[in-house]
């Protein structure tokens, strides 16, 4: 049953609702006046509260506010002998969840309970899925600001209403495949099973099938008992197969006849089995190239390249390289932070740097550097570990009709102390110069 805290100044009146409610099955907890019952509701957890609206110091009304504050999901009935047309609109106003007046019948009391713990247990399960929710969104959190990713997710959207649909997606390593196909799953109506992802690549050969299919018991050496593969496991939900591209020609046939018709044999068994998956397929490799070699059926292809999606790189798509890396440092940082959290230097770096490693290396290097950093802004500097990429024609050309050479050294020291937050040493470096170095020229050029 439920936990109930009566709240009223009187006593005679909590001993007779106190009767009333654990005659129902109910647990009661008494406080005196509006102070008590704050320390009741914050130490206990409760179902509902009955209060008098009339108390001392701090009436009803001033309760029920201060329990909406605190954000918990917790109905108010209120009693009272001053039956008033007003007191009840005002009550009802603030939120409460029902009125009753004194004096009250029994029926009447234990009809209203009845009806308002429904709807507290309604509030806390929209509560408890608003947070599963926020969890869900959080950890799948699909950063983008460029016109490029949002056709992806675009695509994405689309692609996972249709349930049995294979999709093949393909981009550089690191570029966020598996979050995509994550992305896929979780917005279809497959997202109530599982997601099972596996990678192809890091499958030991002679044991691709078996981890696809499973194995009956004494099937080879070392199967000691009957053991589903993934495609079973995954029943119901979404298989994702990552690095295709690098899976066994061998196997690539029996993976294609397990897509065409739905079905697998486990190794060494004769029965089929049904299974109901939707495949996801990412690679990191020219598949039109591996068919014209050899290397990847063409048959098996066409069925996986039912729904293409590419995935640029994150060079190819600058615009999502900050909001990424503020996205980073805010999960490193395990909270939400307000202000700036890189200087224009630090986020100079990031835009001028090649990537290669995409948004993997990206996320590596916010890491590295928020440990650098501890909680002050990240400046140029903590991201001074970053290589720079080559460049063709690295060496400096003085144009035909000359420079300033006193301008373009202010600049370049100007720029320096940009990419540093004004940090002298770490701009001195920046500049393969000594500090005192460092600072005589500034002084000369700021004379």
């Known amino acids: ?31 005196s006046n509006g102070a008590e019952a704050l320390e009741r509701i914050e130490e206990l957890p409760l179902d509902l509260v009955i209060a008098d ?36 609109v005002e009550a009802m106003r603030h939120g409460a969840a029902d009125y009753l007046t004194k004096p009250f019948e029994e029926q009447r009391l234990i009809l209203t309970v009845q009806r308002v713990l429904g709807v507290s247990k309604i509030m806390k399960e929209n509560r408890e899925l608003r947070e599963q929710l ?32 294979t999709v093949l997606i393909t981009g550089e390593s690191g570029t966020g495949k598996e979050v995509i196909a994550k992305y896929i799953h979780d917005n279809s109506p497959r997202c109530g099973h599982r997601f099972v992802a596996v990678n192809c690549a890091a499958m030991a050969p002679n044991l691709v099938e078996s981890i696809l299919f499973g194995h009956e018991k004494g099937a080879f050496t070392g199967a000691d008992r009957r053991k589903e ?15 295709i591209g690098d899976l066994p020609l061998e196997i690539q046939a029996k993976l294609l006849r397990a897509l ?33 070699k050899g290397e ?36 490193f940082r395990e909270r939400e932070e307000s202000g700036e959290l890189f200087t224009q230097g630090a986020k100079r770096v990031l835009l ?25 802004v990240i400046t140029a500097e903590h991201f001074s570990f970053l290589k720079p990429h080559a460049v063709e024609g690295t060496e ?52």
């Open 1 to 31: 049953m439920a936990s109930i805290l009566v709240v009223d100044d009187e006593v005679k009146m909590r001993h007779i609702l106190k009767i009333m409610l654990e005659m129902q099955g109910h647990s009661v907890e008494e406080a």
């Open 53 to 88: 609206i009339r108390m001392p110091e701090m009436d009803g009304i001033e309760l029920l506010r201060r329990i909406q504050a605190m954000d918990i999901p917790l109905p108010v009935v209120f009693i009272t002998a001053f039956a008033t047309i007003e007191s009840a």
């Open 134 to 165: 926020t969890r869900i969104s959080k950890d799948g959190e699909i950063v983008c600001a460029s016109g490029a990713m949002r056709r992806v997710l675009d695509l994405a959207g689309r692609v996972a209403r249709k349930s049995g649909t």
């Open 229 to 243: 593969g993934v495609f079973e496991y995954a029943s119901g939900g979404t298989l994702f197969l990552d690095e």
């Open 260 to 292: 065409q018709e739905r079905a697998i044999q486990r190794v060494g068994g004769n029965a089929t089995i049904s299974v109901d998956v939707r495949v996801l397929c990412a690679t990191n490799r020219d598949i039109e190239e591996l068919v014209e």
């Open 296 to 331: 990847f059926r063409s048959d098996l292809y066409y069925r996986i390249n039912v729904f293409p999606i590419h995935i640029p790189p994150l060079r190819e798509r600058k615009e999502d390289i900050i909001p990424l890396a503020e996205h980073f440092v805010r999960r």
């Open 352 to 376: 001028d740097h090649a990537w290669p490693g995409n948004v993997r290396e990206l996320a590596n290097a916010v890491e590295r550097a928020v440990i650098l950093a501890g909680d002050e």
């Open 396 to 447: 400096w050309r003085l144009p035909p009709d000359g420079l300033s050479l006193e301008e373009l050294e202010k600049n370049l020291i100007r720029q320096a102390l940009e990419m540093t937050n004004h940090n002298q040493s770490a701009a001195a470096r920046l500049l393969r110069l000594t500090r005192s170095k460092f600072r005589t020229r500034l002084k000369q050029l700021e004379e």
